[in-house]
């Protein structure tokens, strides 16, 4: 793992959720997966586009982006589960590594407001 845990856990995140989006084949559910695929690898996209920010003020609407597409991402992979898309297991397993991921986004844009203060 590289120094930045965010960015790390992020991008096992990102692929966790290309693996459960490419392997739904339950018919009619491409606007579902659609969307979580947008959702959970965006938020990968963000916390990377936010380590070359052109200010604090912009680092942290990068993480705080992040943060959003973390809560909507976790809309979706409850209301997969909810709809028989996903088993226990993986919703389990996507939904620990989101939740530990939203805190530490939470953890770091707390802290980038301190230190811009």
Request: aromatic share 6%; glycine share 4%; with cysteine.
């Amino acid at each position: 793992m590289s120094e930045n845990k965010l960015l790390d856990l992020s991008l096992e995140f990102a692929a966790v959720i290309v693996d459960l989006v490419d392997h739904i084949t339950v018919p009619k559910s491409a606007y579902m997966t659609e969307q979580l695929g947008r959702a959970g690898t965006s938020i990968g996209a963000n916390i990377h586009e936010a380590q070359y920010a052109q200010s604090r003020k912009d680092f942290i609407s990068k993480l705080e982006i992040a943060l959003k597409e973390s809560n909507e991402t976790s809309y979706w992979l409850k209301l997969l589960f909810k709809t028989n898309r996903i088993d226990k297991q993986t919703h389990y397993h996507a939904e620990k590594l989101c939740g530990n991921i939203r805190r530490l986004l939470i953890a770091s844009v707390r802290t980038a407001k301190e230190n811009q203060k």
